[in-house]
């Protein structure tokens, strides 16, 4: 059964093949600022939302029809080049900004006496990304020009 996908990345579960978040967690805040004065109190000025933020960890085993270190690789290109993309989950998207893979964090890894590994427990941390948001992308082209252009 289609779960979702992260990216490349796709969660399913069947019976020969399970690659699911367990774990998730997410939560976001608001932006605020404080401005100081003299012999008064702060004055609050709500500045706008703040970034999503989703940690969740995946299990990925030969045992469930996935190759991890197939797996791992793609995960670590995704955080190593600074990729965005959608998460959906449950068939629908999880916020309508795409997101950034902050940081993953392998442990509980076993290997097979050849050397492959079988399988690996990996917390990811996803940082949501506006990509409505073009000024910062657009001032840095006005002053330097197009990259590879």
């Not at 900004?97 to 079988?118: I, M, P, V």
Request: with cysteine; proline share 4%; hydrophobic share 35%.
């Amino acid at each position: 059964m289609y779960i979702g996908y992260m990216g490349e990345i796709v969660f399913i579960s069947s019976f020969n093949y399970m690659l699911t978040p367990t774990d998730y967690s997410r939560s976001g805040s608001a932006r605020w600022s404080e401005h100081e004065l003299l012999m008064r109190k702060p004055v609050s000025q709500f500045g706008g939302p703040g970034l999503e933020k989703v940690s969740f960890s995946i299990i990925l085993s030969m045992d469930h029809g996935i190759s991890p270190e197939r797996q791992l690789k793609k995960l670590r290109e995704m955080r190593d080049t600074g990729a965005v993309f959608p998460l959906v989950i449950g068939g629908k998207p999880v916020t309508n900004s795409y997101w950034r893979l902050d940081s993953l964090k392998e442990g509980e890894c076993y290997w097979l006496g050849d050397g492959t590994l079988q399988q690996c427990k990996v917390a990811v941390e996803l940082t949501e990304y506006d990509d409505k948001n073009t000024i910062e992308e657009n001032s840095i082209t006005v002053r330097y020009g197009k990259v590879g252009g």
